[in-house]
């Protein structure tokens, strides 16, 4: 996601912007609701014939479908696949005796998994126990498991996932008002446009499902309805990992829906963030990457023939890698790169981290952030020394941290990471 990466993206001589391929559909944000709203995140997809193994710790399940008016009670642990378009569960004992231990729906329509009425109110997949129901649906053969959750039972086990134990109370608490604001928005941009409102992982939030950790839930529960808003619609809560100590505006980081440039989440504007504590002490608020020639060059050839940009797909040896505009804080927001045969284009800075890091031997994080200067090593490598790790955009986690350290409640940090938003109880 947008969540932070470690507690726990032109021929001749003119030049060609490529823009962010994230850009979010241009939704107004929404208003915050009276009630408490039930979340849909895609936990995990399984090859339909694999199945899903699904438990509870009481050892019953109920299963339904609506539309059909089908349903049963079934004992786990359980398997159901997809077989023949059928969804077919198969029960591992039978405390009833008899038949065959297998429960057939039609595979047309989704399929509903819950606990029972007067049990714990979670579901069990693998090894995880999730909070709330699942809800099984066919892709191309394949298994989509989308967990129905209540928000307020979903959030402790993002906080869980996103900020480290031994953390402070009020970072926990700054967290949870920036995660439940982001979840509304996402909800609202999704709500009529697919199954899910969010995927669990780096893609939207990660999320562990249930969890016990203290923090997390006090941190959601003495925060409970508490979203930030900005004439009278709630702020996406983008956060990230460490900002290097130099924010991002929303539109050079995260996506280009204009009704997301607003006041809370252009912190790029306002200069380099000093004074107040902010990540000086992360281990990620600096980094240093070396990257061969050859190396650095296919990467970006194969970003540029992903994006059909035959130009950047003949791109020879690079001559130039250059900080070509930067924000008022003095984060890079564009790159000029240019090649010995005069090949010369624009890259957001964003952009070029996720080129980077999706086109690596191993596809990982080694960039950590956009905002890095790049230079020659001796050995004719391109050696880049960046700040902070994410997108720097919102809340920057680290800095949280240290200003809960110097005894900075939760509001006052979100005051500082989202200038100009208000705390409002929505329910």
Not at 134 to 162: C, I, N
Not at 298 to 324: C, F, M, Q, T
Request: glycine residues 12%; aromatic residues 8%; hydrophobic residues 35%.
């Amino acid at each position: 996601m947008l969540a932070g990466g470690e507690p726990g993206t032109a021929m001749e001589r003119a030049t060609t912007a490529v823009k962010p391929s994230n850009a979010t559909a241009s939704r107004p944000r929404p208003v915050p609701p009276r009630e408490e709203p039930t979340v849909r995140v895609l936990v995990g997809v399984s090859p339909g014939m694999e199945g899903v193994s699904l438990d509870h710790p009481q050892h019953f399940l109920w299963l339904a479908q609506r539309g059909t008016g089908r349903s049963a009670t079934v004992s786990s642990p359980l398997t159901v696949r997809l077989q023949a378009g059928e969804w077919v569960a198969t029960e591992e004992r039978r405390p009833n005796g008899g038949g065959d231990g297998r429960i057939v729906f039609p595979a047309d329509r989704p399929l509903e998994v819950h606990p029972l009425a007067d049990a714990k109110p979670v579901v069990v997949w693998g090894r995880t126990s999730f909070p709330g129901s699942l809800v099984l649906h066919e892709d191309q053969g394949r298994v989509e498991v989308v967990v129905h959750v209540g928000l307020e039972s979903y959030l402790p086990g993002v906080l869980a996932k996103e900020l480290f134990p031994g953390w402070h109370a009020e970072a926990y608490r700054a967290q949870a008002v920036a995660a439940r604001s982001y979840s509304l928005v996402e909800m609202d941009r999704w709500h009529d446009r697919r199954h899910y409102d969010m995927v669990a992982g780096e893609r939207n939030q990660a999320w562990i499902g249930e969890t016990t950790r203290p923090q997390a839930l006090s941190g959601v529960k003495s925060t409970e309805g508490q979203v930030l808003t900005f004439d009278g619609a709630v702020v996406p809560g983008y956060y990230s990992s460490c900002c290097g100590g130099v924010g991002a505006n929303v539109g050079d980081s995260v996506n280009s829906n204009p009704f997301h440039d607003i006041a809370p989440l252009q912190s790029g504007n306002h200069g380099p963030r000093t004074g107040a504590a902010c990540c000086e002490s992360a281990s990620v608020r600096t980094w240093s990457v070396e990257l061969g020639e050859t190396d650095m060059r296919n990467r970006l050839r194969e970003w540029g023939r992903e994006r059909k940009r035959p130009d950047i797909v003949a791109l020879g040896r690079i001559i130039v890698i250059e900080r070509s505009r930067e924000n008022a804080s003095g984060r890079a927001v564009q790159y000029t790169i240019e090649d010995a045969g005069g090949v010369r284009f624009t890259i957001d800075a964003e952009e070029f981290r996720r080129a980077l890091n999706a086109y690596g031997p191993s596809g990982g994080r080694s960039i950590r952030s956009g905002d890095f200067l790049a230079g020659r090593t001796r050995g004719g490598s391109w050696r880049l020394e960046g700040r902070g790790f994410g997108h720097g955009c919102g809340l920057c986690q680290y800095g949280a941290q240290g200003m809960a350290m110097e005894g900075a409640t939760a509001s006052h940090i979100l005051q500082r990471y989202y200038p100009g938003a208000s705390l409002t109880e929505a329910w």
